[in-house]
């Protein structure tokens, strides 16, 4: 029997990442494809002690229903975080989701109408390109370079179309590893002030930086509640917790929390009570600090490593933090059915081409350099040239053909 599905269920293509994973992941390949952090770095024992006080302490409490909007000490924690950010955040302004992924799909729920104009950076993170189909928006996408999205084109685009929604990652952006400029942040929120649109901010990798001066979020920039920012704790305590958190202005964060409410009453309840106590006297400013440290030497290892064995000509991001970097190589390569070759020499990645909201450059590729030592990345890299400069060799044969 085949059954109708919702029109909405049709249009959204399965995650080309999430596909990749089910054999990039063995553990035969040396894959950079997911943006997975360093498990060697997740504080378990911590983790582990916090959810054995938690259990000690209020073991009833935490196993029972809770309210929507999450547990308050942990709201207030990361309303103190965000505070000393310069952005205006209290408790009742922060929502607990699961996941900043979840909080993508809330906004999604809560702002667009099917057919609502959403503009994105060109390439975009893959996942909120799904959560866009799924609300049947219209995506348009923007140009970008070295500096983030381009702010002008946005201006243009903003004077031609009805837009609902900006979204973008301005910290070392997912797929590319770029940076919004300062100067941008400024022009982009201004904009979107005087049109009276939302900006989303993703920011799962901000913490993350081990190059530069830190910029201030779009958030602290914003002093008429356009900025809905998203956080996630799945890239600097552990992703198997599943706590990410939404700050929004008084009327969306309250319709946020009735969309969460239909989609899954709350969060874990003991999950965001042992964090709470975690943070309570965890260093977690010196955590972040060996994060940083250690994700700045596997970036470099394999920035070095891509010098040393891609072909000539590739042109790769140099990324302040975060976990990916961008490579374009010359040519008119295909780096999707390379794909396959490079499993083969037991190496993965991920095309480039699903990232992007149209006019893919499919001579492009995304790689993670977090989860994996700088011998092994040193090792990966090498096969993985090997690979690409076959296929960048067979592209030219191709077109001198």
Known sequence: MTLTLARRTRGVSTSAVREILKVAERPDVLSFAGGLPAPELFPVEQIARAHATVFAREGDAALQYSITEGFGPLREWLAADLQSRGVKASADSLLITNGSQQGLDLVARVLLDPGAVVLVENPSYLAELQVLAAAEAKVIAVGSDEHGIDVAEVAALLERHPVRLIYLVPNFSNPRGTTLSLERRHALVALAQAHQVAILEDDPYGALRFRGEHLPGLAALDDQGVVISLGTFSKTLAPG?????????????????????????????????????????????????????????????????????????????????????????????????????????????????????????????????????????????????????????????????
């Open 241 to 401: 917790l599943r706590l990410g958190w939404a700050h929004a202005g008084p009327q969306v964060r309250k319709h946020l929390v009735v969309a969460k409410q239909a989609s899954d009453l709350h969060n874990a309840s003991l999950a965001q009570r042992a964090v709470a106590e975690l943070l309570r006297d965890f260093d977690y400013a010196g955590h972040l600090k060996t994060l940083c440290r250690v994700y700045g030497e596997r970036c470099e290892v394999m920035l070095q490593a891509i010098a040393r064995h891609f072909p000539r000509g590739t042109q790769v991001t140099r990324p302040q933090g975060g976990l990916f970097i961008w490579v374009e190589l010359p040519g008119q390569v295909d780096t999707e059915p390379l794909l396959a070759q490079a499993v083969a020499q037991k190496v993965a990645y991920v095309p480039g081409a699903p990232f992007f909201a149209s006019a893919p450059r499919r001579n492009t590729l995304r790689l993670n350099f977090s989860n994996r030592s700088p011998e092994l990345i040193e090792k990966g890299i090498e096969r993985l040239g090997r690979v690409l400069a076959m296929g960048v060799r067979g592209a030219a044969a191709e077109v001198a053909a």
